[in-house]
């Protein structure tokens, strides 16, 4: 959906500026911060909501603009944005995106909510809890499995760098 709710007409096939970008609410922001910093630690590039926001520029062009822009989007469910409409609209640009553009992944990870509590749109995507002993693991092989740049990918020869 577009920023207006309707459909978007932005090409499906480009080169992404992100390996992953993150999306959740505020009072999510020491958790997003654990997620990105271990990314990026794996050499991944991400736009992480509330911090890499730029003053000054519309937030919802800026929503559309990185989840095109995304290998992989990861959304934070808590019970706080599940309650919150801005939470629940990126989530559905977000899931537009991933059926309008196929190679694109959303990766849910679940912060203290059961599947029960999320909503139907996204019930169907596979999810990582958060609190789980193996999660950081799991993360990072999704983001790598999706991103055909890194250079474990590239030696197993699994594609061509992504054009720009």
């Not at 500026?17 to 991400?46: M, N, Q, V």
């Not at 999810?127 to 055909?148: A, G, H, I, K, P």
Request: contains cysteine.
């Amino acid at each position: 959906l577009s920023p207006g709710g309707g459909m978007s007409s932005a090409p499906s096939r480009r080169g992404f500026t992100y390996d992953f970008s993150i999306w959740y609410c505020p009072e999510d922001d020491h958790i997003a911060s654990r997620i990105s910093e271990r990314l990026r630690r794996e050499g991944f590039r991400g736009y992480v909501e509330h911090q890499d926001q730029v003053a000054g520029t519309s937030v919802i062009l800026t929503a559309v603009e990185v989840i095109e822009a995304s290998r992989v989007a990861i959304l934070l469910l808590s019970a706080k944005s599940l309650g919150d409409p801005w939470c629940q609209r990126v989530s559905q640009w977000n899931l537009y995106h991933i059926i309008r553009c196929r190679g694109t992944k959303l990766i849910p990870v679940y912060l203290g909510v059961k599947k029960a509590e999320v909503p139907p749109f996204l019930r169907h995507l596979i999810e990582l809890e958060y609190q789980t002993e193996f999660f950081f693991d799991r993360l990072v092989n999704n983001v790598r499995m999706n991103n055909v740049r890194t250079p474990r990918s590239a030696a197993r020869g699994a594609g061509p760098a992504p054009s720009s």
